[in-house]
């Protein structure tokens, strides 16, 4: 199924038709000089499970090394275990947690650090 999905930076010239077929998935980076920030993955949930997440992922890591980045940096909440996963899965580690970092439903939640050295592919 994978092979059969194909990215491309978005343009200006592409907002009408994504608008029109609805996004599904996009994933925001920055990279300052050689570190790069995860800083968005999202798969909308009718598609999610099938692998997308991953070649998202995979895809966003390639354009950050393009950018000349070399360590990927992100946070995620301590609950949620499924991005957790597909951070692991790719090859990040959990480098350290910042104590009731996210408001959460009933109180704060735990911020989880995440890096990934990146290489060329
Ligand atoms: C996190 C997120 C991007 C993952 O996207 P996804 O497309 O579901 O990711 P994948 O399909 O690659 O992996 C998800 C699960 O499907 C499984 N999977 C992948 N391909 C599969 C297939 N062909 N058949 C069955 N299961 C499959 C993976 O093993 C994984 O299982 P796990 O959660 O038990 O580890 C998605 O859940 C999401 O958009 N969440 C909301 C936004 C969010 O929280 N973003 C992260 C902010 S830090």
Request: hydrophobic residues 40%; proline residues 2%.
């Amino acid at each position: 199924m994978n092979d059969a999905v194909t990215f491309r930076r978005m343009t200006e010239a592409d907002l009408d038709a994504v608008l029109k077929i609805e996004y599904v998935g996009h994933g925001v980076i920055n990279v300052i000089i050689d570190e790069a920030h995860l800083l968005n993955i999202t798969v909308k949930p009718e598609s999610q499970g099938r692998g997308l997440g991953l070649v998202l992922l995979e895809q966003l890591m390639k354009r950050a090394y393009e950018m000349n980045g070399r360590e990927c940096f992100l946070e995620l909440r301590d609950s949620n275990r499924s991005a957790y996963r597909l951070y692991e899965r790719y090859g990040f580690n959990e480098i350290g947690r910042r104590r009731d970092y996210y408001p959460a439903v009933g109180g704060r939640e735990d911020a989880i650090v995440m890096a990934c050295t990146l290489f060329e592919e």
